[in-house]
């Protein structure tokens, strides 16, 4: 098969790679751009599949961020639903999965994450869900009427968010996850647990510090088996244990991977004209002063336009400090930095547990911040961490409000 030129090819349909587009097109008007995605779906934001499309708030067509016209005004060709089987960096190839070949002059790599599995006894069975995809909503969403029954696996974001989420919408839910409260990794235990009481209120039963061992099916029911001994009969069964970087195309094409595909500060990998962005670019993080890996909405848009300015030629350093926010039944919040339960905290609560700011703290300066039920203060948070100053609690009392 003949080989197709472009000048840019971008892996993964999802937003990083939807809004490298707009970066690109920002500097470059008529370079010939490729998007390809193994998801059968136009480019979407994943944070309303367990938020606002649950609420009534937002509707499937309205979270898509490219539709086709956009692609046709902005010269875009696509390819969706098909996978790429190698890249080969050095010679500017790719392939797919049905035998077409590409080369590129700049490619980006962005593939973002596969939901963690479990490895148990009927962890794949047929209906199971490793909650993280539009398809993954659609099929949930449709058997999830009132009077049924969920077992979500995972006590973290996804975990909590689908949990809150199907027992608004009046399912029977159970939580199962190893840890001893919710949100361990992140959250103050007194707040976790203050969630978590919330949560048992609100009727749904959380059995912590325990595991699914195994599942099966009963007829048309799940059942799990916990390793405390606990039997859950259920209409749906939600796994959301975090997921791992994409890196496999990355790591046979001979990029340098660590906590994802490694990239510089212009997110370039170890061969310069290939890029990388999402929740798969292991990154340096100018603020905080060290590497990381950023799996959150707000860092896949941001760091996919900057790929693109830098792919067309702006190469400028990637220097933005990207936030998060959930929504955990009335409990929201915004978040930036380093939000590490294992750092030290400062709470200046308005009201406790339910609206202030949480400070994280290391070698007594803020590291990152938790805005809750604080709302428009993500800026201000940023500056407090730039700034670097000794943080007393005078200095962050009232500092944010």
């Known amino acids: 098969m003949a080989e197709q030129p472009y000048d840019y090819i971008i892996i993964g349909g999802g937003l990083a790679g939807a809004m490298a587009i707009d970066g690109i097109r920002e500097i470059d008007e008529d370079g010939s751009i490729f998007l390809i995605g193994k ?34 005004e902005a010269n875009v060709d696509t390819l969706f639903g098909v996978e790429i089987a190698l890249i080969e960096p050095r010679k500017r190839l790719i392939a797919d999965s049905r035998g077409g070949v590409y080369r590129f002059d700049k490619l980006l790599i962005a593939t973002g994450g596969t939901p963690r599995r479990l490895d148990i006894p009927g962890g794949d069975l047929e209906g199971i869900c490793y909650y993280r995809t539009l398809d993954d ?29 199907l027992r608004i919408n009046k399912l029977d839910v159970t939580m199962v996850f190893p840890d001893p409260y919710l949100l361990q990794r992140v959250l103050p235990e007194s707040l976790a647990q203050a969630i978590q009481a919330d949560y048992i209120e609100r009727g749904v039963k959380v059995l912590a510090e325990d595991a699914p061992v195994a599942f099966e ?13 606990q039997v859950i009969e ?16 990355a790591e046979k094409g001979g990029l340098k991977i660590e906590n994802g595909i490694d990239v510089d500060e212009f997110l370039q990998t170890s061969e310069r004209h290939v890029y990388a962005a999402g929740d798969n670019a292991y990154f340096p993080y100018k603020a905080l002063g060290q590497k990381t890996r950023v799996e959150h909405w707000d860092n896949a848009q941001s760091q996919g336009t900057h790929a693109g300015r830098n792919m067309a030629g702006a190469l400028q350093p990637f220097t933005y400090m990207p936030y998060f926010f959930s929504d955990l039944f009335d409990f929201g919040f915004e978040a930036v930095g380093e939000v590490d339960s294992r750092l030290d905290t400062f709470l200046d609560w308005q009201e406790e547990n339910k609206s202030g700011v949480i400070y994280y703290l290391k070698n007594e300066k803020v590291r990152g911040a938790m805005m809750c039920n604080v709302w428009d203060k993500v800026e201000a948070a940023r500056n407090m961490i730039k700034r670097g100053k000794k943080a007393t609690p005078e200095y962050l009392t009232g500092a944010i409000k």
């Open 234 to 249: 259920s209409d749906i069964v939600i796994v959301g244990i975090g997921i791992r970087p994409s890196t496999e195309l």
């Open 39 to 72: 998801e059968t779906h136009n480019p979407y934001d994943r944070p309303p599949l367990s938020k606002k499309l649950w609420f009534g708030q937002k509707k499937v067509e309205e979270i898509t961020v490219h539709d086709q016209g956009f692609f046709m």
């Open 217 to 229: 099916k009963r007829g048309e029911k799940f059942v799990t088996r916990t390793g405390a001994g």
């Open 137 to 165: 909503y659609q099929a949930t969403r449709a058997m999830a009427a009132e009077g049924k029954s969920a077992v979500v696996i995972g006590g973290g974001f996804i975990g909590s968010e689908m949990a809150a989420a």
